[in-house]
């Protein structure tokens, strides 16, 4: 039988005297033997690309700040981040990064399309994706089609890269007015709701509102990452209106986005006004 076969380990009959049988692992993370390696060998080459010579010490300190970016940004132990790029020194140290961080990494070939990269960011779980310039494209638009929207690859990447800008920490600055109308309408009785395609919510996104001086009392607030879908598609503002227990005659969105804001509430029947931001070119 071949559990028998098992038993016995002929193979190792075949061994060379000088290698053993079985070999004993120290109990220890990637991460750790890692560190090992940089405090013994900080000057030592750890890689060479296209002839530069990149230490173990590069990749310490890149990695960390790699691994201090995914912290902030929410990354926790054991959560999947993908790992989207070619044989790169980056893909390297993204791997040493996650694992410091205390996160698993999986590999995201970059020959998948976006549809069979979505499976397998659905398959695996992953939270977030690092990848390449050159793909970014390519895994915008298998996240957009997690979140209901089907777009081309160039127009994916641009979508996604305006949602990142129009965030606080792209530095977009909210309308001077606007406290000043939002309690205005609140005075008055109005329900108010904030829907925003953003990369983070809970905590980050409310202290992101404190520090462009729009925390107020919100009714409601729908932000993209944990609704599950990304403006312009209905289900944000469906979202919104249950919430707010309102139908869409009786709601109004104001937006500085005529694709996002605009089209996305006409969708569901939510009459719209555009409010187009002084930086910005209509769209």
């Not at 016995?8 to 990637?30: G, R």
């Not at 890149?62 to 989207?84: E, H, M, R, T, W």
């Not at 050159?134 to 990447?157: C, P, S, T």
């Not at 800008?165 to 109308?181: C, L, M, N, Q, Y």
Request: hydrophobic share 45%.
């Amino acid at each position: 039988m071949m559990s028998d076969i098992y038993a016995e380990k002929p193979w190792l009959k075949n061994y060379d005297p000088n290698v053993p049988p079985t070999l004993e692992y120290e109990e220890k993370t990637f991460a750790e033997k890692f560190l090992e390696m940089a405090d013994r060998y900080p000057d030592k080459t750890a890689l060479i690309y296209m002839g530069n010579h990149i230490t173990f010490r590069d990749i310490d300190l890149l990695s960390n700040q790699l691994a201090a970016y995914l912290i902030k940004s929410g990354v926790k132990p054991d959560d999947v981040v993908g790992l989207c790029m070619p044989n790169l020194p980056a893909n390297y140290i993204s791997i040493v990064a996650v694992q410091k961080a205390g996160a698993v990494s999986t590999g995201l070939s970059p020959l998948l399309t976006p549809v069979e990269m979505e499976h397998q960011i659905k398959d695996s779980r992953t939270k977030v994706v690092i990848t390449v310039d050159l793909l970014y494209g390519i895994v915008a638009q298998a996240a957009l089609r997690e979140l209901g929207l089907d777009l081309a690859v160039d127009d994916a990447g641009r979508l996604l890269e305006a949602t990142y800008i129009s965030g606080v920490e792209g530095g977009k600055a909210p309308f001077p007015d606007a406290r000043r109308t939002l309690l205005t309408l609140r005075e008055r009785g109005f329900l108010l709701g904030a829907v925003t395609n953003r990369a983070f919510g809970g905590e980050r996104f409310r202290a992101d509102l404190r520090d462009a001086g729009l925390e107020i009392d919100w009714d409601v607030e729908a932000v993209s990452v944990e609704v599950g879908f990304l403006k312009p598609h209905p289900a944000m503002f469906e979202y919104a209106l249950a919430h707010l227990k309102i139908g869409p005659a009786d709601a109004l969105m104001v937006g500085n986005s005529l694709a996002e804001d605009v089209l996305g509430a006409q969708m569901v029947g939510i009459r719209a006004a555009w409010r187009r931001s002084a930086d910005r070119s209509p769209g």
